[in-house]
């Protein structure tokens, strides 16, 4: 996908509100800038930023990073979040493979939400749930690894499952379906854009939710 180029992105992103210049000089000390010891959720690759900012605002007592790697999407996040008031909100640009350059192990839970798909077989190690990315989250997560994730790719969920067992996760919950086989989960369910315009189109969305136990 082609990214459109934003006048004055540069500008607009190092003024935003919730925005982060230096994520890597917190590592470590999340919880003391975010002064208190609620849980920590991120949401790698947060595109606009419509699901990381909705969850901040309806969960006040969890502490929330959305990150991104582009320019052109987390300026559309920070316009967004810019005249809100969210303590528990702070937005960072980076790129997932630094993940844990930034974090040391103060992570609760980690949104996957219709990350890039990387179709190729020679580029699978770019996905990020590739066992190189799964080994980056063992250092960034607090205690034991949880990971939610949503995508329109099957081939991606697929892959995902596999890696995900064999890096010794348990998936507790899988749905190839969401919006026509869980009904009970769509009342809480926030949608990201790229989910209202998947849906829109009568795409089905796969989720899953999985958990690691790290013995202490």
Not at 3 to 29: F, M, S
Not at 134 to 143: A, C, G, T
Request: charge should be neutral.
């Amino acid at each position: 996908m082609r990214l459109k180029k934003v006048k004055g992105a540069y500008e607009i992103i190092k003024e935003g509100t919730h925005y982060l210049d230096n994520p890597k000089e917190y590592r470590g000390k999340w919880h003391q800038l975010f002064k208190n010891n609620n849980p920590i959720y991120i949401e790698i690759g947060m595109g606009k930023g419509k699901f990381i900012i909705e969850n901040a605002i309806k969960n006040p007592h969890i502490n929330f990073i959305g990150i991104e790697k582009f320019d052109s999407v987390i300026v559309r996040a920070i316009q967004k979040s810019n005249d809100l008031d969210i303590p528990n909100l702070k937005l960072i640009r980076i790129d997932a493979k630094e993940i844990n350059e930034v974090f040391d192990h103060e992570i609760n839970l980690i949104y996957l939400n219709f990350s890039d798909p990387w179709p190729k077989e020679r580029h699978a190690k770019r996905r990020l749930t590739s066992p190189i990315f799964l080994s980056k989250y063992d250092l960034i997560f607090q205690k034991s690894p949880h990971i939610i994730m949503k995508t329109d790719n099957d081939n991606l969920f697929n892959y995902s499952k596999e890696t995900l067992n064999a890096s010794g996760y348990q998936i507790i919950f899988a749905t190839s379906d969401l919006y026509q086989e869980h009904d009970e989960l769509l009342e809480d369910n926030i949608m990201t854009e790229y989910e209202e315009k998947f849906v829109s189109q009568g795409i089905k969305i796969n989720k899953l939710e999985a958990i690691k136990k790290i013995e202490q």
